[in-house]
């Protein structure tokens, strides 16, 4: 059989300057524009990975036999078969230090797993048909033995010195530790305070539904030495990670990510699957596809989230902000996958300053191991947590000390008079229009008329709450001495309501402006018609629920379940407005 190394896409032209293969003259469906998974290669192979069903163990054998002579199938391989091919484990290149200045190493695993099974979709083997549905039947037939070990799956947990080893050369499971901060001044600050805020801030993970899975195309032409991979995305450095695990591959290798619209999404990382499907087409001789179906997508993509903080909020008698410190866990996972997670572990005090005068930000993050998916970069992942940490502090602060959530935040925000000002996360501020847009927005948001809109929620058998969130938008890394975050910061009002019998609540009523001077109302949280209303309103909808909920604290998301079980734990306090 021919085959040809040239891509063709259903009812498009090929991809790639030159690239001119064949293509099906067909009617082109309805479809996402720009997936690979419309790509498709003439004699093409079909590839099904097997993945482990079990959390935590080790892996004792594989049985193929029954798949080998199934009908269509062109080969099997495992682990160790890649291992005994030349295929090296896969490094990750990791510039940031730890907490205590030494370099950070990361555990060596393998394309496929050859010794034990680390989570639920850990690879195991590769299956490779003539057809799709052919990989499909030999890849359930192929049988794991599996000795079942403890699993951990909270970070919390997984970092104690006794949890089960997701490496046995991690104690603690302890990936990175990082510090920022002045440990000294910190603990003074908080001595002479007149008042401490403190919250725990948890949030689980975040999963997409994709309409289009994860699919590549991988193919060795030994007639050119070239090796190429067809893939949605180019973060993450792909082709300094397929160095090691595809030694044995041809000397060129080639990343074709001309179809990008999976940027910072649950399928930019670079998966250990693609090797297997380097070797299968290098074995085989034919072009390799791999497409994950929906639900192995939502399982074994990357997620987003994921973390367990205490925070804690330092004020004087006036309600002046002293200090700020954060301490916790970010669960990574079994592995890591993407070390976009650790840079932004470091960016996380840039972000901690938000639009306040805040004399001091200390910060202890530990990433830890778990029997758990990997995390990864995700849509406006660590944007908005930092915000959202902040302005929780500020309005549990402001309940407690009972003085008025927006006067203390006039108290604390940036003066233009304080122009330029260097926070204590070293980021700089050269503009300030940060109290004109928060009266701009409480004014726009008639906050002054949400007493009487409270009473009418009240009088239909809803708990009507009102929040209000500052937000600083960053999306690069901070530098010294200059502030490179050009997007921009605004001012959100939000107002919810909470049926007390089922749980639900409803944004009813939101305003958001910013520095640029747009609005944006109610159809941005409620749809996803902007990425602006899903991740700057969450400070201001967090507040507005547990204004409505009386004040008690409740973790994001504020699902029916967690929003009953506060309204039947704990009486309510008072509103705040």
């Known amino acids: 059989m021919s085959t040809s190394a040239f891509p063709r896409e259903s ?43 079990v959390a935590h163990g080790t892996l004792r054998g594989i049985d193929t036999s029954v798949a080998r002579g199934m009908l269509g199938v062109l080969g099997i391989w495992t682990g160790a078969d890649l291992k005994s091919a030349g295929y090296g484990p896969l490094r990750d290149l990791i ?18 797993t050859i010794d034990k099974v680390r989570f639920v979709g850990d690879p195991v083997a590769v299956v490779v048909a003539a057809s799709l549905p052919e990989a499909r039947d030999a890849a359930d037939a192929v049988r794991l033995d599996i000795e079942a070990q403890p699993a951990v799956m909270e970070p919390r947990e997984g970092a104690r010195l006794d949890a089960p080893r997701i490496f046995d050369d991690v104690p603690g499971n ?52 070239y090796c190429t991979l067809y893939v949605g ?30 940027l910072f999404s649950m399928r930019d990382a670079f998966r250990s699957e693609y090797a297997s499907l380097f070797h299968a087409s290098k074995v085989l001789g034919r072009p390799i596809k791999w497409t994950e179906d929906g639900l192995g997508s939502f399982f074994h993509d990357q997620c987003g989230c994921d973390y367990d903080f205490d925070g804690e909020l330092a004020l004087d008698e006036d309600g002046n902000f002293l200090a700020m410190r954060q ?26 300053a938000t639009v306040y005068r805040m004399p001091l930000i200390e910060l202890r993050s530990r990433v830890v191991f778990t029997n758990t998916f990997p995390l990864g970069t995700y849509p406006g992942s660590d944007r908005p947590e930092p915000n959202y940490f902040m302005e929780r502090l500020i309005d549990t602060a402001a309940r ?88 921009p910061n605004g001012t959100h009002v939000a107002e919810v309501e909470v049926d007390p019998y089922t749980g639900s609540l409803e944004v009813v009523k939101y305003t958001m402006i910013n520095d640029l001077g747009t609005a944006t109302h109610i159809g941005d949280v409620l749809t996803n018609d902007g990425e602006v209303g899903r991740t700057e309103a969450l400070p201001a909808v967090m507040n507005a629920v547990v204004d409505a909920l009386g004040g008690t604290h409740v973790d994001v998301p504020p699902t029916p379940r967690r929003v009953l079980q506060v309204l039947n734990a704990s009486a309510p306090m008072s509103g705040l407005y």
């Open 400 to 487: 407690e000390m009972k003085i008025d959530p927006i006067e203390l935040r006039k108290r604390n925000l940036n003066r233009p008079g304080d122009m330029p000002f260097k926070a204590a996360s070293s980021a700089a501020y050269a503009i300030n229009k940060f109290t004109s847009l928060l009266d701009k927005a409480a004014e726009m948001a008639d906050i002054c008329g949400f007493a009487t809109r409270k009473a009418e929620s009240a009088g239909r058998g809803k708990l009507r709450g009102l929040g209000i969130g500052n937000y600083r938008e960053v999306t690069a890394q901070l530098q010294q001495e200059k502030d490179t975050a050009l997007d």
């Open 11 to 53: 009812g498009r032209a090929t991809l790639g300057a030159g690239q001119l293969g064949s293509r099906r003259e067909a009617p082109a469906p309805l479809v996402g524009d720009g997936n690979t998974g419309d790509i498709n290669c003439d004699g093409q192979g079909y590839a099904v990975i097997v993945r482990s069903e």
């Open 233 to 262: 995305s180019k973060i993450g450095g792909s082709e300094h990670r397929m160095r090691e695990p595809l030694k044995r591959c041809p000397k060129q290798t080639h990343v074709a990510a001309d179809h990008i619209t999976e």
């Open 327 to 352: 301490s916790g866990f970010i669960n990574i996972g079994a592995c890591l996958m993407n070390v976009e997670r650790l840079r932004r572990t470091t960016e996380a005090p840039g972000k901690l």
């Open 95 to 112: 510039l940031v230090p730890n907490g205590d200045g030494a370099q950070v190493t990361t555990p060596i695993r393998y394309p496929l």
């Open 174 to 225: 302890t990936c990175f530790n990082y510090y920022y901060g002045e440990f000294d001044r910190t603990v003074q600050a908080f001595d002479k305070a007149a008042h401490v805020t403190q919250l725990r801030f948890i949030s689980r993970r975040v999963a997409a539904s994709t309409m289009k899975p994860r699919s590549v195309v991988a193919h060795c032409d030994p007639s050119s030495d």
